[in-house]
Structure formats: C-alpha cells, structure tokens
C-alpha cells in the first residue's frame, strides 16, 4: 500500500509559476546582484590601491588576508608546511640593492610567541 501510495506521489505534476518566479527575480535576485556587483568594486578598488600605492603585491596581500582569518591551529600548520616546503624548494628572499644600501639583510620570517601550550608547557611534562 505504501508503494501505491508512493506512485501516486511521484505522478502529481506541478504547474509552472512563472509570474512568481518573474517576480522572485526583479525584487531578490537582481537588487542582490546589483548589491554584489558594488561590493565587487569596492573590493577590487581596495585590492588595488594596495597594490598601485602602497606598492604590495596584491597576491601576497590577499594570502595575508586569507591567513588572517584562519584559527591559530590552520594557520601554525599552514605555515609551518609552507615554510618547510620553501627550505626543500631553497626558495627565500633574496638581498637586493636597497637591503645592501641601508645595511640590513633580507627581510626574516617572523614567530610570535603565545600562550598556552608553549615551551614552558611543554618543560613542564617532562
């Protein structure tokens, strides 16, 4: 009975509401296009005034962002990754004639230092 029941179901056809979905489309759909189409601009105008006058690779910028928003577990993984794979590929920064000029090297890749389960932690287990 319950297959019979089933079959019938499955037979019902739906009309067709083309006013409702013409209607759908002018008040919700494309006032929230036009919305995304400006956050779009104003996203892409932002992106590209780091790049043109802070002189940042918008690249760079834009994994910076990335990386901002991940927890500290994925972003201590990622980099970790990322910077051990950099060893075994011998990628770097190379010294270039600014950094020789104003006597310093190469920019260094950055740690930081954190709370929680950190080396004094990690002593303390021992």
Same mark, same amino acid.
């Given at each position: 009975?319950? *297959?019979?029941?089933?079959?019938?179901?499955? $037979?019902? !056809?739906?009309?067709? #509401? /083309? @006013?409702?979905?013409?209607?759908?489309?002018? =008040?919700?759909? %494309?006032?929230? +296009? +036009?919305?995304?189409? %400006?956050?779009?601009?104003?996203?892409?105008?932002?992106? *590209?005034?780091?790049?043109?006058?802070?002189? !940042?690779?918008?690249?760079?910028? *834009?994994?910076?962002?990335? &990386? !901002?928003?991940?927890? #500290? @577990?994925?972003?201590?993984?990622?980099?970790?990754? /990322?910077?051990?794979?950099? *060893?075994? /590929?011998?990628?770097?920064? =190379? $010294?270039?004639?600014?950094?020789?000029? $104003?006597?310093?090297?190469?920019? %260094?890749?950055?740690?930081? %230092? !954190? =709370?929680? &389960?950190?080396? +004094?932690? &990690?002593?303390? &287990?021992?």
């Amino acid at each position: 009975m319950a *297959k019979a029941a089933k079959e019938q179901e499955n $037979e019902t !056809v739906h009309e067709p #509401d /083309f @006013e409702t979905a013409a209607s759908i489309i002018r =008040s919700k759909v %494309k006032p929230a +296009e +036009e919305k995304n189409a %400006k956050s779009r601009g104003d996203l892409s105008a932002a992106w *590209k005034t780091i790049e043109d006058d802070c002189h !940042v690779n918008k690249k760079a910028a *834009k994994d910076v962002h990335k &990386l !901002v928003g991940m927890s #500290d @577990e994925t972003r201590d993984d990622y980099l970790r990754s /990322f910077y051990g794979l950099m *060893k075994q /590929f011998n990628l770097g920064i =190379s $010294e270039d004639l600014v950094d020789k000029a $104003e006597g310093t090297g190469a920019p %260094k890749m950055p740690t930081r %230092k !954190v =709370s929680g &389960l950190g080396t +004094e932690a &990690l002593a303390a &287990l021992n």
